[in-house]
C-alpha cells in the first residue's frame, strides 16, 4: 500500500513534468547589462535610474509580456569609473548579452570602439551629441543635450524683446557639459540671433556669488546651463540672495536661468528651494504632477514595486523606465517577425522603427524613432517651469529648428 | 654562507660579493623560477573570464607604477604624491601619437614596445623635471611640489584640445608575429607582455639595487648631508631616483593605454596618486616585492568593497550614501590601521614567514 502511494506521486510528479516541461525548455531568456553609477558621483541620477530599468523588466516578466520568455537584465554600480564600466562590459559580454544599456557620457565614449567592435546595440542615459559621431551603434533615447540647448535658446530669442538677448552657458567641465557649446555657437553663426557672452565651467564652488555679479556686468539677461542639479541649484540660491532672479520671463535688469535634462526636475526643487522658482527646464520625459497616461503608468509600476515617493516622481525613473521599454520592444518586434533575439537582429530592429513603426512609450513626450541615419529617439521637447515649487509644461512639444542648420 | 647552498639555514655571508647576489641561496633561485613557471603557465591550465583578465592584468599596471614609486619614496625617501601623472605622462605620449599620426599607424600598432619604451622615456624626462624642486624642498613641501605637477597635469589634459580636453583618446589595437591581437586574446596577450615587462623592471631594479648608484638612494634617503659627506651626489641622486620613477610610471600608463585601447584623464587623478601611494605603504615601502604585494591586497580590496558596496547600495536603498562612503571608509581604515600596526607592510609578514621556513626546523 505504502509502495503505491509513492508510486501514484511519482506519476503524478512524471504528470505534471511532462506537461510543464515543454514550456519551460522552449521559453528563452534574454541577457541585457547594465553599468552605471548606483552609488559614488551622480548616483542621485543613477539610483532611480537604475530602479526604473529593474523594475520595468520585472514587470515585463511579471505580466508575461514576452509569453514563456523572460528578460535578465545584470545591473552593476561603476560608481561613476570608467574602468569598471569596461569591466562590468567585458563581464556582459561573457554572459552573452544581446543589448547593453550603459550610463555616462565618459564611459560612453571610452568603449564606443567596443561596442562597434562587438556590434553591440546600446543606449546610453548620456545624451551628448558626441557619443553618435563615428559610431553605428549607440542610440540615443532622446534629444541630444546640443538639441536641447539649442531648443532652450530658441526660445529665449523668440520671447526675448528688445534687441538681442545675452546669454551665458554654466556647464560642467566635462565632455557631458562641454558639448553643447559648440553647436550653440554654431546655431548662432547659422543665423540665431542671439550672443554667448560668456561660457563659464563651474568647478565645485559653493559660491558663485562673483560669477553671478561679473555676468550681471557683462550685460547678460538668460544662463543656459548644461550641467547636474546640484551646481545650478547653488547659483540659483546665490541669485536669489542677490535678487538676480527674474519672476518673470526676461525680466529687465534680472537673469532668467534655464537648463537641459540633468539641471532639472524634483531634486533641483528640493535642492534650492523657493530658489528654483521660474526656472525653465526643458526634457523629453513626462513629469508625474501633470496628470497623463504616462504618468500614470510610471507611478502604478513603482508602486508596485515598492519605490518611495521621491523614486516615482524622478524623472530619472521615468528615463530608465524608457530606455527598458525600448529595449523591451525591439525584442517584442523581433519575436514577431519570428527572427531570433540576437543583438544583430536588435539592431535592425531599432533602426526599422521609424514612421508607422515609431515607438510612444508614454513616458516621452513624443514618439521614439530610429532610423539608419537617425540615432536620437525622441526629437520633441518639452519646456517646463517651476510654479509653486513643482515643474508645470509650458507650451506645447517642440523640435528645435536649428539643429537641422548647424 | 654554507657550503651547500641548498641546505643554508641563515644568511653567512664572508664577503660583500655574496651579500650582493640577487638569490642567497639555490631554494631562493628554484623557488622564483618555479614561480615564474607557474605565473606563465597557468592560463594554458584555467580559463578566465575576460572580466577577470582584466583585473588580473590591471593589477600587474600597478605593480610596474608602485615599483616606480617605491624607488623614489621607499628607497630614495622621497614623498611623491603626483605619482598618477607620471602613469598620465606615458598614457598621454601614446595617446599624443596616436592623434598625431592617426590611430592606425604602424608605429601605434606594430612598433608598440618602442612606443612603450618612448613613454617611459618621456615620463623619466618629467620625472628630472619634477625632481628638480627635490634639490631645495623636502619632506611635506617636496610632496606639495609634487602634489602641485598632479594638479599642473590634469588641468592642462582637462583644458587642452590636443587632448581632448581630458575625452578619451582611442588606442589601436596592436599587432604580433602571430598578427593583429584579436578581442578574445587581447588581455592573455596584455597579461604575458606585463609579465616580461614586470620580470624586466622587476630584475633591473633588483640590480640597481646591488650598485652603487642603488646604495645612493639608500644613503640619501637615510642622511643627504652624511651621503654628500661620503663623495655621494645627493642632489643628482635624488634627480635621478625621481627620472627612474618617472621611466617605470611612463612605461605602466603605455601598458595601461594598450590594456584600454584607450587614454582619458579620469584614469589618472589625484586618487590614483594616493592610490599608488597606499599601495607602496601597504606593500612596504623600501622594498622591492611590497610593490608586488601593495597593488595586489589594495585592487583585491577595492573589489571586495566594490562589490559589499553595490550589495548595500541594491538592498538597503536607505544606505545608499553609506554604500558610497565605504570604498574611501575602508581604504583609508586599511592605510591607518597599517601604518599603526605594520608600518612595514606586507612585505614585513614575507619576511617573517620565510625566516620562519628557512630556519625550520631550528626556530629560535
Given at each position: 500500500m505504502k509502495m503505491n502511494r509513492v508510486t501514484s506521486w511519482m506519476f503524478l510528479l512524471a504528470a505534471v513534468s511532462m506537461v510543464t516541461l515543454p514550456v519551460h525548455a522552449l521559453a528563452k531568456e534574454y541577457k541585457l547589462g547594465l553599468s552605471l553609477a548606483i552609488t559614488g558621483p551622480t548616483s542621485d541620477a543613477g539610483n532611480p535610474y537604475s530602479k526604473g530599468v529593474e523594475d520595468y523588466f520585472q514587470f515585463v516578466n511579471d505580466t508575461k509580456m514576452l509569453g514563456e520568455d523572460t528578460i535578465n537584465c545584470t545591473i552593476r554600480d561603476d560608481q561613476y569609473n570608467n574602468d569598471i564600466t569596461k569591466r562590468n562590459f567585458e563581464d556582459f559580454l561573457d554572459q552573452g548579452i544581446v543589448f547593453y544599456l550603459n550610463y555616462s557620457t565618459g564611459s560612453t565614449l571610452a568603449l564606443k570602439k567596443d561596442f562597434e567592435e562587438e556590434k553591440m546595440p546600446v543606449i546610453p542615459a548620456s545624451f551628448h551629441a558626441g557619443n553618435l559621431v563615428d559610431s553605428n551603434y549607440i542610440f540615443l533615447p532622446i534629444a541630444s543635450y546640443s538639441a536641447q540647448a539649442i531648443g532652450l535658446a530658441e526660445y529665449v530669442v523668440k520671447n526675448h524683446k528688445e534687441g538681442t538677448p545675452k546669454v551665458a552657458m554654466f556647464i560642467h567641465p566635462s565632455a557631458f557639459g562641454r558639448g553643447p557649446v559648440e553647436d550653440l555657437q554654431k546655431a548662432v553663426g547659422a543665423?540665431?540671433?542671439?550672443?554667448?557672452v560668456e561660457v563659464v565651467e563651474h568647478?565645485?564652488?559653493?559660491?558663485n556669488t562673483a560669477m553671478l555679479q561679473r555676468l550681471v556686468s557683462k550685460g547678460v539677461q538668460y544662463v543656459i546651463s548644461q550641467t547636474v542639479q546640484s551646481p545650478v541649484a547653488t547659483m540659483l540660491k546665490d541669485a536669489s540672495s542677490l535678487g538676480?532672479?527674474?519672476?518673470?520671463?526676461?525680466?529687465?535688469g534680472k537673469i532668467t536661468f534655464l537648463g537641459c535634462h540633468y539641471t532639472g526636475g524634483n531634486d533641483l526643487v528640493a535642492l534650492a528651494g523657493p530658489a528654483a522658482e521660474s526656472f525653465y527646464w526643458t526634457t523629453s520625459y513626462i513629469v508625474t504632477n501633470e496628470p497623463s497616461p504616462g504618468a500614470t503608468a510610471q507611478l502604478d509600476l513603482a508602486k508596485k514595486y515598492n519605490r518611495d515617493e521621491k523614486a516615482a516622481n524622478s524623472h530619472n525613473y521615468a528615463n530608465g523606465m524608457m530606455v527598458a521599454q525600448v529595449a523591451t520592444e525591439v525584442i517584442k518586434r523581433c519575436k514577431a517577425k519570428g527572427k531570433e533575439v540576437t543583438k544583430e537582429n536588435l539592431y535592425e530592429e531599432l533602426q526599422a522603427m521609424n514612421g508607422d513603426k515609431a515607438f510612444s512609450p508614454g513616458t516621452t513626450v513624443g514618439p521614439v524613432t530610429y532610423s539608419k541615419t537617425d540615432h536620437a529617439g525622441v526629437d520633441s521637447l518639452q519646456l517646463y517651469i517651476v510654479k509653486g515649487g513643482v515643474f508645470k509644461s509650458t507650451g506645447t512639444p517642440f523640435v528645435p529648428e536649428y539643429t537641422k542648420k548647424i | 654562507m654554507s657550503a651547500n647552498r641548498w641546505l643554508a639555514t641563515g644568511n653567512y655571508f664572508t664577503s660583500y660579493r655574496e651579500e650582493q647576489r640577487i638569490f642567497f641561496t639555490s631554494l631562493d633561485r628554484t623557488a622564483m623560477g618555479l614561480l615564474l613557471a607557474v605565473l606563465f603557465a597557468w592560463p594554458f591550465f584555467l580559463e578566465l573570464d575576460n572580466k577577470y583578465m582584466l583585473v588580473i592584468d590591471n593589477i600587474l599596471v600597478a605593480v610596474i607604477a608602485v615599483m616606480g614609486l617605491n624607488l623614489v619614496t621607499?628607497?630614495?625617501g622621497l614623498i611623491s604624491i603626483g605619482h598618477a601623472a607620471f602613469v598620465g605622462i606615458g598614457a598621454y605620449t601614446v595617446a599624443s601619437f596616436s592623434r598625431m599620426l592617426g590611430e592606425n599607424h604602424l608605429l601605434l600598432s606594430h612598433g608598440w614596445p618602442v612606443m612603450i619604451i618612448l613613454a617611459g622615456c618621456m615620463g623619466a624626462v618629467f620625472g628630472a623635471l619634477v625632481g628638480l624642486p627635490a634639490l631645495r624642498l623636502k619632506h611635506l613641501y617636496l610632496a606639495i611640489a609634487t602634489l602641485s605637477f598632479q594638479m599642473i597635469f590634469q588641468w592642462t589634459i582637462n583644458f587642452m584640445n590636443f587632448f581632448n580636453q581630458g575625452q578619451t583618446i582611442s588606442v589601436t589595437r596592436v599587432t604580433w608575429v602571430t598578427g593583429q591581437v584579436s578581442r578574445s586574446q587581447h588581455y592573455m596577450f596584455w597579461y604575458y607582455a606585463l609579465l616580461v615587462v614586470i620580470v624586466l623592471c622587476g630584475f633591473g631594479v633588483r640590480n640597481l639595487l646591488r650598485t652603487r648608484y642603488g646604495r645612493c638612494l639608500v644613503a640619501v634617503r637615510d642622511n643627504d648631508r652624511a651621503a654628500d659627506a661620503m663623495g655621494m651626489h645627493p642632489g643628482f641622486t635624488k634627480v635621478y631616483a625621481f627620472a627612474l620613477a618617472g621611466f617605470l610610471a611612463g612605461v605602466a600608463g603605455a601598458l595601461h593605454a594598450y590594456l584600454y585601447r584607450g587614454v582619458g584623464v579620469e584614469s589618472f587623478t589625484l586618487h590614483h596618486s594616493i592610490s599608488y601611494l597606499a599601495m607602496a605603504i601597504v606593500g612596504?615601502?623600501?622594498?622591492?616585492h611590497g610593490s608586488f604585494w601593495g597593488p595586489l591586497a589594495i585592487k583585491l580590496l577595492d573589489l571586495q568593497v566594490e562589490q559589499l558596496s553595490e550589495w548595500v547600495g541594491a538592498h538597503v536603498t536607505a544606505a545608499t550614501n553609506l554604500a558610497t562612503a565605504l570604498r574611501p571608509l575602508s581604504f583609508g581604515l586599511v592605510i591607518v590601521l597599517f601604518l599603526m600596526f605594520e608600518p612595514r607592510g606586507i612585505a614585513n609578514w614575507w619576511r617573517i614567514a620565510r625566516s620562519y621556513v628557512k630556519l625550520w626546523p631550528f626556530r629560535y
Open positions: 543665423g540665431l540671433k542671439m550672443e554667448i568647478g565645485k564652488d559653493l559660491d538676480l532672479v527674474a519672476k518673470s520671463f526676461g525680466e529687465a | 621607499g628607497f630614495a612596504g615601502l623600501g622594498t622591492l
